[in-house]
Structures are given as C-alpha cells and as structure tokens.
C-alpha cells in the first residue's frame, strides 16, 4: 500500500497575521426581506449567504438569465450572429407585459433584440430570439430545462423563454445563481447590462434600463430584474469590485425598492465582509518522489498555482496549506500522471485542492533496458 508524505505549513508571517481587521456583521435573514435568497462568489460558486435557497418560486423574467446563455452560446458556436436579421412570428408579437410591441413580419437584428431584452426585458424579443436559434419556442424551452440540468439546477423547470407567470415554470434562488455564473463568464453580456440607456428603430423606441442599480451602485454589472404578479419583484444582481465578482439573487420581494435595496444589501455584505485571497504555492513539500524499478531513481513534482479562494476579510494570513504527496511510485511513471495534491483550508474547511503531478516520465527498469543502459555505459566509457 502505498503511503503518504504530508508537509503543512501556515500561511502568515507569524502570530501577528492571526490578529485580524474588524469583520463584518453577519447578515440576517430577516434583514432581507425576499421569499428567498442568494449571495454567491462567481469565480468559485462559493455561497456566502443563503434564505430559503432551494425553494421552488416563480421568477418572472429573471427566466430570460436561461434565454440570453443559450443566446451567448449560440453566438460562439457560430449558429446565429449578430448582425442576423430575424422576423418576427405572429407568437412573438403576441406576447403581454413589458416589450417593444413587434409586429408580425417585422425584422430586426440579433443585436437589437438583445438590448430589448436585457435593457427593457421585452417578452417579445426573447421569443424573437428563442425562435431564431431553435426554430420555436417549444424547441427553445426544452434545450432551456437541458441546459438547467447541465449547470445542476435541480430546482427548476422552465415552461416559457420570458418568465411569464404559467402553472409549473418555477426555479430557486440557488439555481438562478447557477444560471447567472454561467451567463457572466461571456463577457459580451456587460456589453448590454450595463448600457442605461439606448434605442431601436432609428430612434423611435426608448430603451430604459430596468436595473436601477445602474445608476445608484458601486461596481454594478447586471444583470436582470423581474416582476409579475405571481413572481413579485425578482432580481438577479451583479457586480464587481478589487477583482472579486458577486452575484446577489432576490426573489419574492413585495416592491421594485425593496427589491434593489435587498439585493444591494447581500452584495454590500459580500464586498465589506469577504476577499479573493491567492496564495502562493508552499515553497517546501514539493520534493522529487522516490520511483522503484524506474530508469531514474526519483521523479520531480509540480503543481499549477491555485486559483482565488473566497476568505472572510483580514484572515487571508490564517490559510493553511497542506502538502500531500504519494511516498513511492512504481515505474512507469508518465509526466502529467497525478502524485498528489495540496489543500488549502480555514477553520477546518477546504478551500481548494490543486493536483501535484510528474513534471517527467520515468521509464520501467526491465532486464532488456538494462542490458541497453549497461551497453551504452560501456560506450561512453
């Protein structure tokens, strides 16, 4: 069986580092006042708040998170472009609420209905846009619920592209956390989230942003608001400041105010109480790994430098890195091949995990490579 060599070591430049700046209170649930909520770190996923995270509520257009990463993807992948022009169906005109009244055999570029939809949050430009990628909003609404089941988002169903209120279409504020993660590693969609205001139609139709935030909060970046009457006010709130990026989601609130004050409030409590800490890789436990029966007797070690971890604010000295690697390996040993790994923990909880690989291979020692070992010594000599 093989053993294992362990190596810990403190990051923090003694005693002192444990002494650490004032941290932030924690939030309360009742100091949010939505159905339900979510507070996450975007880089990592790592959750710092949670009310009612799982339950299953109605989200009004907060749906059209889902409908602009299918969007964004279907622009990489190069099966719509933005300069398309897309003609509006009798069923995307048809739809209520907030749009920019369509007619029936109207066309208007990919571009334009994107900044209807996040801008404004028309109905009727997101099921422009559903039908032009998957030739309906049925086709559409299906790949939505497979791509939910992509990102683990076990909590929701989709029913529509828009997030009208319909019997079943219902999601939670974990899964549009997920969904909003998911949408803001494209960063063509800050070309649209963060515009305040614009136009379609040479000017004729005003496009007012719906996210208010814009306008009021530090290092804002999205993402998408919504209301119905089943749904109340919803938002799904992005932002970003010293290289960290939150995502605030708040469901059920009972007006637009409390909605943005609530969501203001989780990112308010994320930016004071939390930092993207990256530490640097242990300068010691790194040695080469003893390797039997190989052509070389030992096997170097490496590792990629860790990626940022979410830290509550002035206990970045108090992380605790742990080195553990195999104690032997039995040739062959091929480069790349993981040999072990190291842990990065706070208070007991592992942060991250970074494999330790072969920087090298190392070939079996067989009795015809040695011969062939042997006989090139001779010849050299």
Request: with cysteine.
């Amino acid at each position: 069986m093989k053993g294992k060599r362990l190596a810990a070591c403190l990051l923090a430049a003694g005693i002192a580092a444990f002494s650490c700046s004032p941290r932030a209170a924690a939030l309360t649930a009742d100091e949010v006042p939505a159905s339900a909520a979510v507070l996450m770190e975007s880089s990592t996923g790592k959750v710092l708040f949670e009310k009612n995270a799982h339950e299953q509520l109605p989200c009004a257009s907060i749906t059209k998170v889902m409908t602009l990463l299918l969007v964004m993807e279907g622009l990489d992948s190069g099966a719509i472009a933005l300069d398309d022009m897309v003609t509006a169906s009798e069923h995307a005109a048809s739809m209520g609420g907030s749009d920019i009244w369509l007619e029936p055999g109207e066309t208007m570029s990919v571009n334009d209905l994107l900044k209807a939809t996040v801008i404004v949050s028309a109905n009727d430009a997101a099921v422009a846009l559903a039908e032009h990628l998957c030739g309906s909003e049925d086709a559409f609404v299906a790949r939505m619920n497979e791509r939910a089941a992509e990102l683990g988002m076990q909590d929701t169903v989709y029913k529509n592209c828009n997030g009208l209120d319909e019997d079943g279409h219902l999601t939670s504020a974990y899964d549009i956390a997920l969904v909003s993660r998911a949408l803001i590693a494209h960063e063509r969609i800050f070309d649209y989230t963060t515009v305040w205001m614009d136009e379609l139609r040479d000017g004729k139709t005003q496009l007012v942003n719906t996210n208010k935030l814009l306008k009021s909060y530090s290092g804002i970046t999205g993402l998408k608001t919504g209301t119905t009457g089943k749904a109340g006010s919803c938002m799904a709130a992005t932002a970003e400041r010293d290289g960290m990026s939150l995502i605030a989601v708040v469901l059920g609130c009972k007006t637009t105010d409390e909605r943005f004050s609530s969501a203001a409030s989780l990112l308010d409590y994320g930016f004071s109480g939390w930092t993207l800490a990256s530490p640097a890789l242990p300068e010691t436990g790194l040695e080469p790994i003893p390797v039997e029966s190989g052509m070389e007797s030992a096997v170097a070690v490496e590792a990629e430098e860790p990626a940022g971890m979410v830290v509550p604010k002035g206990r970045e000295g108090e992380l605790v890195c742990e080195t553990i690697l195999d104690e032997k390996l039995i040739a062959p040993v091929e480069a790349g091949q993981t040999v072990g790994k190291i842990l990065y923990s706070l208070d007991g909880e592992t942060l991250a995990e970074v494999p330790v690989r072969a920087a090298g291979s190392v070939g079996e020692l067989t009795l015809a490579t040695a011969w062939l070992y042997l006989l090139r010594a001779c010849v050299w000599l």
